[in-house]
């Protein structure tokens, strides 16, 4: 990957786990969760396909699990 790539896409990374905190940080409830869950998954499926290609794929399988 070129480096250009490999800056955007950890920028990338980082803001989504950035917003994932903030979502969870706005959850104090299971109702809460459950309202932000869809938010919560599109961030981390980003990370689940994003990850690999930057030679992360530990990264990427911890968000598989998820």
Same mark, same amino acid.
């Given at each position: 990957?070129?480096? $250009?790539?490999?800056? /955007?896409?950890?920028? $990338? /990374?980082?803001?989504? =786990?950035?917003?994932?905190? #903030?979502?969870?940080?706005?959850?104090? *409830?299971?109702?809460?969760? *459950?309202? #932000?869950?869809?938010? =919560?998954?599109?961030? =981390?499926?980003?990370?689940?396909?994003?990850?690999?290609?930057?030679?992360?794929?530990?990264?990427? #399988? =911890?968000? *598989?699990?998820?």
């Amino acid at each position: 990957m070129s480096e $250009e790539f490999l800056r /955007v896409a950890r920028q $990338e /990374v980082s803001e989504d =786990i950035a917003e994932i905190g #903030n979502l969870l940080q706005r959850c104090s *409830t299971d109702s809460d969760v *459950t309202k #932000n869950a869809s938010e =919560i998954e599109k961030h =981390i499926h980003k990370i689940k396909g994003l990850a690999p290609m930057m030679g992360q794929e530990q990264i990427g #399988n =911890i968000a *598989t699990l998820l």
